[in-house]
């Protein structure tokens, strides 16, 4: 037997400082405590890559399950279950997310809202502000006609997503946080209620349709809680990654040239862009019974933080890692996490984003620049983002 | 015993022996085989287990299903369209107990 040891302490850190920039704090923890417990959260920071990967290996020590003590609910979705009851899930979603789906249906609708936004984000002129006036809506704009959502507007969908993650997100357990992750559950049941019924009737290509028409229809429970969890992440995610890939691509002119002249290294900026500021930083997982990883011992109940931003930075993976460089040598981040809750979404993702939004937001703003010196303000951990980035171009 | 040997462009090979049964994907990521990834754990939703079947091991396998062909379109290393598969469709220690898989150059 290997020898064993308890997890070091790592209570040199407080949440804002993770909050500001956690990648200094992700280094110190990679060299000095991989696996280490963190007071400030109760839990146990995995920030290694291989204690990342490794932890999904096994389900029935690592468990993706949760106790609801959350204030208000959105109800299990996949996310949160084990295999069986989790595959049941995931088989319900069928190929709407898949490459098939997005050639037939999804890449049209991509590159026909791609083209809008661009002609808004030219609309509000130079100086405008790439999240608002082309990331946030377009990602909402397509995630709404690949749920379903006929009777809702893509500022619904962007305002449910954004309320979602905040309250997935709101461990100050701020009330007002609170109140409007509960506003948003109501407003998606009651979308719901309403387009069930219709895809009943004229089912489509939608996911919505694909739960409630599939060969074992999901239970309304499960519908709803799946719904949101796709909505949650599947604008917030695709929004902010755009942004990052942007920043990456534009704070390295030479990259931005070589993508400029070959549009096909666009889906190589995407996935840079996810493994240098993943926009989901950490998962949780709970221990099921006493367990040791890397050589630590971790007791029955122990709360392990995923923290695959750090895995995708960790040194003895990805050298110099801390650049964003879309000519490194290609290998497998943790971005989408890996094994059975890898991100249904990567596909889609991918295809709006890299094949899509970045080839036409370069060849449709010539001379794109940003329009400030200063680097854009990002905060978060759990979910890190930028929040503003202004470009500028030659009009 | 089943018995897996992986193949390598450089014609090195690693074997694994299972003595329970696993996919050739499965068998590889807990031995730390090297080029085989296996990202989504099994699932048919990625094609980082690609592998090239070796000759003599093809009509012992099971067709390939509706998942697996349209995963099989987005392969790393290009497909061979008589041998390439996903290796986690591919079981060992259940009827079939040795196969010989040549590993792709990339993944991902």
């Known amino acids: 037997m290997p020898n064993t040891a308890k997890a070091p302490v790592a209570d040199w850190f407080t949440l804002d400082q993770l909050h500001d920039d956690p990648y200094p704090i992700y280094a110190r923890l990679r060299r000095e405590a991989p696996i280490a417990w963190v007071p400030a959260t109760g839990g146990y920071f995995l920030t290694s890559y291989q204690a990342c990967r490794d932890v999904n290996l096994d389900q029935r020590i690592f468990t993706a399950t949760r106790d609801y003590t959350r204030r208000y609910s959105m109800g299990a979705s996949m996310l949160h279950k084990d295999d069986p009851e989790h595959a049941v899930e995931r088989k319900a979603f069928g190929g709407v997310l898949k490459p098939n789906a997005i050639n037939r249906d999804w890449n049209r609708i991509f590159a026909e809202n791609a083209r809008r936004y661009l002609g808004e984000l030219r609309e509000a002129g130079p100086g405008a502000d790439l999240v608002e006036h082309f990331s946030g809506p377009f990602a909402a704009e397509c995630l709404r006609e690949m749920l379903g959502f006929q009777n809702a507007a893509h500022e619904d969908v962007h305002r449910w997503s954004q309320t979602i993650m905040d309250g997935n997100s709101n461990s100050d357990d701020d009330e007002a946080v609170w109140e409007r992750y509960r506003r948003s559950g109501e407003e998606i049941d009651a979308a719901l209620d309403e387009m069930i019924p219709r895809l009943r009737s004229n089912p489509d290509g939608s996911l919505i349709s694909a739960l409630v028409n599939g060969p074992e229809p999901m239970s309304l429970e499960s519908v709803r809680a799946n719904v949101k969890m796709t909505v949650g992440g599947g604008v917030k995610e695709p929004r902010d990654t755009l942004v990052i890939a942007m920043w990456g691509l534009l704070s390295h002119p030479d990259q931005l040239d070589q993508v400029r002249n070959d549009p096909g290294a666009a889906t190589l900026a995407f996935d840079e862009a996810v493994r240098w500021v993943s926009p989901i930083g950490m998962y949780p997982r709970k221990a099921t019974r006493p367990t040791t990883l890397a050589g630590i011992d971790l007791p029955e109940g122990a709360n392990l933080g995923v923290v695959i931003a750090s895995a995708n930075r960790d040194e003895t993976v990805f050298a110099n890692g801390e650049e964003f460089d879309l000519n490194r040598e290609r290998k497998p981040h943790l971005a989408f996490a890996n094994g059975a809750h890898i991100c249904a979404g990567q596909h889609a993702a991918k295809a709006m984003i890299g094949r899509v939004a970045l080839p036409t937001l370069l060849a449709g703003l010539p001379g794109l620049r940003p329009a400030q010196d200063t680097e854009p303000r990002s905060g978060g951990w759990i979910f890190r983002r930028i929040h503003e980035l202004r470009l500028t171009w030659d009009a | ?108």
């Open chain 2, 1 to 108: 015993m089943a018995r897996i040997v992986y193949r390598y462009g450089d014609g090195t090979t690693r074997a694994v022996e299972r003595a329970t049964p696993a996919s050739v994907m499965r068998a590889a990521v807990e031995a730390g085989i090297p080029g085989i990834v296996g990202e989504c754990g099994g699932q048919t939703m990625c094609a980082t287990c690609h592998v090239y079947v070796a000759d003599g091991y093809l009509d012992r396998l099971p067709d390939i299903g509706d998942d697996e062909e349209e995963m099989l379109g987005c392969t790393a290393s290009p497909r061979d369209e008589v041998r390439s598969r996903l290796s986690c469709q591919i079981v060992v220690g259940s009827g079939l107990d040795e196969i010989e898989v040549e590993v792709p150059e990339t993944q991902i």
